[in-house]
Structures are given as structure tokens and as C-alpha cells.
């Protein structure tokens, strides 16, 4: 069964720090992933996503993810958080020619000020 | 404004009882999904719908039940059976294609005493 792995359950960074948050799936196939985002009290929100091409791929609020097919990986970078970061990141893939997507279990950043 | 509606916000019910979450989009999107969000485990995919009067089991459609009869709306019911109903509920809709990914309600926490 296909399936994402986001390693980091809890992070916890200062202002200015740089982020990475790992994310990998298993699936050999063509996929199409995404990061999104989950504000406190807010909806899920889409950060980012590839579906082909550059296999790094930028999204809102100056993040970006690296499409590493070999490593079936989608790491979310970011050069400097800000303490309006702090929220919960999914990852999620759909297979090609399927509708549905399958999440990571999500990830907690929080940023100090 | 174009949106997902899901209602109500929070919800209360005594064990043994059916209950019925709505999710009502006006966003004009071919296919609906309620996901189930529990901490640590990510979202988990309950039931999909992607025409009218058509839908499909996710990964843990047991104790739920689904109906699409109109384009607009895609009623979630969690029955008496569902083991452990307490969970915040999601309601997403994707466009035809869906290149632009999913778009979220805001949810429905869902507490049964």
C-alpha cells in the first residue's frame, strides 16, 4: 500500500533559522505531491505542489520543495522562519489517474521569537 | 465567495446516536472528500465521491456512510458503529484535473460523550 513518512513529528526553531522537513512516500509510479499548511484555527492550505518538470518547485510564503524521484522524497525547505510560521505541515501524494491523495501524519513547527 | 461550507463548526452527541456532518461547496468542483484528522496520525481518507450519485470507500469507511445526490453537497452520517467517533472532520473538494489540488473546509470536531 502506498504510504508518506514525515519524519519530524515536532520541530522547534528560532527566528531566522533555516527549516527543512522531510517527507517520503512509497510508491514507484508517476506522483503528484504537496505540501500544505494548517494555521492555527484556520482551514489546510496548499504551500506547494509538482505535478512535472523542475523538480524543485516553489510555493507561497517563501517555501520550496526538492523533488528527489531517486529517494522518493519532497523535503520543505525555507532559508529563515518566521515566528508566523508556526503551524502544522502535511505532506500528501496522489498516484497518477488517481483522485485521491494520502497524507503524512503532519508535522508541528513552532518558531520563537 | 466561492467556499466550502462545513456545518457546524462543533458538535456534541451521547454514544449510540447517528449523527450527520454537512459540506456544502459552491466552487463548482467534479469530486468531494471527508478525511478524518487525528493528532499523530495525519488525515486518513473516509469516503470520495467524484460525480453525482457516485461514491467510493477510503482507507476506514467502517461506521460511516455517504450519500451525493446533488453536485453541491456530500453529507457524512457517522453512525453508532464507528468505534471511536470523536475526531476533527474535513470536508475537500478538487476541481476536474485537479492541478490546483484540494481545497479544505474549515472542519467539524466532533466530540461523543
Known amino acids: 500500500a502506498q504510504s508518506v513518512s514525515q519524519h519530524n513529528h515536532h520541530v522547534i526553531l528560532s527566528e531566522a533559522a533555516s527549516l527543512e522537513l522531510g517527507c517520503n512516500y512509497s510508491?514507484?509510479?508517476?506522483?503528484?505531491l504537496f505540501w500544505y499548511v494548517q494555521y492555527p484555527g484556520q482551514h489546510l492550505q496548499l504551500l506547494l505542489k509538482y505535478f512535472s518538470g523542475d523538480p524543485l518547485v516553489k510555493g507561497i510564503k517563501g517555501f520550496e520543495a526538492e523533488f528527489i524521484k531517486s529517494k522518493f522524497s519532497f523535503n520543505l525547505r525555507k532559508p529563515s522562519v518566521q515566528w508566523s510560521d508556526t503551524a502544522e505541515y502535511f505532506c500528501?501524494?496522489?498516484?497518477?489517474?488517481?483522485?485521491?491523495?494520502?497524507f503524512g501524519t503532519g508535522t508541528r513547527l513552532k518558531v520563537l521569537a | 465567495d466561492g467556499g466550502i461550507t462545513q456545518s457546524p463548526k462543533y458538535l456534541f452527541r451521547k454514544e449510540g446516536q447517528n449523527v450527520t456532518l454537512s459540506c456544502e461547496q459552491n466552487?463548482?468542483?467534479?469530486?468531494m472528500y471527508w478525511y478524518r484528522q487525528d493528532p499523530g496520525q495525519g488525515l486518513r481518507l473516509i469516503y470520495y465521491?467524484?460525480?453525482?450519485?457516485?461514491?467510493q470507500k477510503g482507507d476506514i469507511a467502517e461506521g460511516y456512510s455517504v450519500s451525493r445526490e446533488k453536485k453541491e453537497s456530500f453529507p457524512l452520517t457517522v453512525t453508532s458503529a464507528q468505534k471511536n467517533p470523536t475526531a476533527f472532520y474535513l470536508c475537500?473538494?478538487?476541481?476536474?484535473?485537479?492541478?490546483?489540488?484540494?481545497?479544505f473546509g474549515s472542519g467539524t470536531r466532533l466530540t461523543v460523550v
Open positions: 466552487l463548482n468542483h467534479d469530486a
Open positions: 500528501a501524494v496522489s498516484t497518477s489517474g488517481t483522485y485521491k491523495y494520502i
Open positions: 510508491y514507484g509510479g508517476t506522483v503528484n
Open positions: 475537500a473538494t478538487r476541481r476536474r484535473g485537479g492541478e490546483d489540488g484540494y481545497t
Open positions: 465521491s467524484q460525480i453525482v450519485n457516485d461514491f
